[in-house]
């Protein structure tokens, strides 16, 4: 498989400034040294609580944000060389809330067609054509062309905003959150949707969600994000079957077991994150952490390997797996 985004060292930090001088009061490291590489058509997790920076992350990958360090690649070239129109053609992005995603006073048909007017893509016969094709590819009859998002279900506006998200033929689409603010059973449908798309279309996800469940579902890799940074990233078998960091044990003690006969040890999240304003010195997950030992307070841990995963080295930014002295 050959890369379609990489990222190296990337990092994005807002300074706060307050008080009557506005002088600068600290800086959050939303983002803070994470690479990462997609391979063509894999979707990969970013899993994480709210605020751990997988939001920012997402938004620097699109060129919303610049980047404070680091650099990213797409299709081996630095986006900051893209143009931003072809940019745009080539990443897409599906959010979590697509009733206020999608614009109240447009019909269905403007709303998928809308990037292809933008881009000044095909006649006004084709574009139609192009709209109705789309609307069929999410699961939609023609006749919701005609629709507006408040006679939609929560689920249909979720297909539409798919469905506008397709217009272009991206290469890469950055999904946030894309199902959370659906019904569990709308969910499911939304879900394998996603999946029917990729396997048919050849696309490429960035799956963002606090829930280890759902990104489980769909993805074939996991990153465990904590406080701005990667903590552990695996193959999503190895991840859901042996977290080695704690967060990511603790993130999957909250997924529900569907066989009684093989509860897993629940490990609680304790506490809530520290603020990114003020982050712990040493390994971030310290202060919550079951297993903290004294270099877990002074010193962030590098990336330890944990064993093999589906051939390569599987890694855990954890003290727990320093190599014992000696080895
Ligand atoms: Fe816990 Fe220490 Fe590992 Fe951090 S480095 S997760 S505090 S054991």
Redesign the pocket.
């Known amino acids: 498989m050959s890369a379609l985004l990489e990222l190296m060292d990337v990092a994005r930090h807002y300074r706060i400034s307050g008080g009557v001088l506005g002088l600068t009061q600290g800086t959050v490291r939303a983002v803070d040294g994470v690479s990462l590489t997609l391979n063509a058509g894999e979707s990969l997790g970013l899993v994480g609580e709210s605020g751990c920076g997988k939001s920012t992350l997402a938004r620097l990958i699109l060129g919303l944000e610049p980047l404070d360090a680091g650099t990213i690649r797409f299709q081996g070239r630095d986006i900051t060389e893209w143009p931003e129109t072809e940019l745009r053609r080539q990443m897409q992005m599906v959010f979590q809330d697509p009733y206020s995603s999608l614009n109240p006073r447009m019909s269905v048909r403007a709303i998928v067609a809308e990037p292809l007017t933008i881009h000044k893509i095909g006649t006004r016969a084709e574009r139609k054509a192009k709209t109705l094709a789309l609307l069929g590819t999410v699961g939609l009859d023609a006749e919701m062309a005609g629709r507006y998002p408040h006679q939609l279900s929560g689920g249909q506006r979720q297909r539409v905003a798919v469905a506008r998200a397709l217009a272009l033929g991206p290469a890469l689409v950055v999904c946030d959150e894309p199902v959370s603010a659906l019904d569990v059973s709308i969910q499911a449908q939304v879900l394998l949707l996603l999946q029917d798309l990729r396997t048919r279309l050849g696309l490429t996800y960035l799956f963002i969600s606090h829930d280890l469940a759902v990104v489980g579902q769909i993805c074939e890799r996991i990153a465990v994000m904590y406080l701005g940074k990667v903590v552990e990233l695996a193959s999503a078998e190895a991840l859901i079957r042996e977290p080695k ?3 990511a044990k603790a993130l999957l003690s909250a997924v529900p077991v569907p066989d009684p006969g093989h509860q897993r040890v629940r490990e609680q999240l304790r506490g809530e994150p520290p603020s990114p304003l003020d982050p712990p010195p040493g ?1 971030p ?2 202060p919550r ?1 079951p ?3 004294d270099i ?1 307070c002074r010193e962030f ?1 590098p990336a330890f390997e944990t064993g093999q995963d589906t051939g390569e080295a599987r890694l855990a930014h ?3 797996h320093a190599p014992a002295k000696g080895d």
């Open positions: 960091h704690p967060y390994c997950y310290h952490c297993y903290v030992m877990c841990p954890c003290w727990l």
